[in-house]
């Protein structure tokens, strides 16, 4: 049963455009949210989170937003540029005595043409 | 400052045998916790260690254990193989136990035969 899923394994935008990836979530209990970035032969770099009781945060060219309603976030890239080109998890976690506990999504490879 | 190290990088093994991974946390880090990445399955949280005490424990069968010394290195062994074991195997660091912000390190990629 997979409570974290990203239903676009691939993803393909022009430089200067917007890249929205999502993410949905099934289990309720489920407090913080994460996204990661991997390159190729590298571990999962820390992009931006949120907590539950936000529904958007900013930082810089990244978004990310959270419709607990709908059990669903999205991050958004604005502008693209092609060293984005990376695969993007999204985390999940659903205990503060436990944050490292993580639950990932498939991921979504994201490519970002010049 | 040096970022998490995992060594080896690669590794092959046979159906059976037993296999330990290591991971060097970032200087000063006392958290390391070990996740693994298959096709199927994704990225799965396996155990924490900190201050050389398991903390969390994910949902792996007890051929998965791991320990974690006092320069807060950690190693992860996996005894009776299965060909399932074949994943990429990551350990990330963090400063405080349990945390969401944690470092991870390359990876050691096992294949079983």
């Known amino acids: 049963d997979q409570q974290v899923k990203q239903n676009s394994p691939s993803l393909s935008v022009q430089e200067g455009r917007i890249s929205i990836l999502n993410c949905d979530y099934t289990?309720?209990?489920?407090?913080?949210f994460l996204w990661y970035k991997k390159y190729p032969a590298e571990g999962p770099t820390f992009l931006i989170s949120i907590s539950s009781i936000k529904d958007k945060n900013e930082d810089g060219r990244f978004t990310v937003f959270l419709n607990k309603s709908a059990k669903h976030l999205s991050l958004h890239i604005v502008p693209s540029q092609p060293g984005d080109s990376a695969v993007y998890f999204c985390?999940?976690?659903?205990?503060?005595?436990?944050?490292?506990?993580?639950?990932f999504g498939g991921g979504t490879r994201l490519m970002v043409k010049p | 400052k040096a970022g998490v190290t995992q060594t080896p990088r690669y590794l092959i093994k046979t159906r059976g045998q037993q296999v330990t991974l290591s991971c060097s946390p970032i200087s000063g880090h006392r958290s390391v916790s070990w996740y693994q990445q298959t096709p199927g399955q994704g990225l799965q949280f396996l155990f924490e260690y900190f201050s050389e005490t398991q903390r969390n424990k994910g949902n792996f069968p007890g051929r998965f254990s791991g320990r974690q010394f006092s320069n807060s290195r950690s190693e992860m062994n996996v005894s009776t193989l299965e060909l399932g074991d074949s994943a990429l195997y990551l350990c990330a660091s963090s400063f405080q136990a349990s945390s969401y912000e944690q470092y991870f390190g390359p990876g050691t990629r096992l294949t079983v035969t």
């Open positions: 289990n309720s209990m489920f407090d913080y």
């Open positions: 985390a999940a976690s659903g205990r503060a005595d436990a944050g490292n506990m993580l639950t």
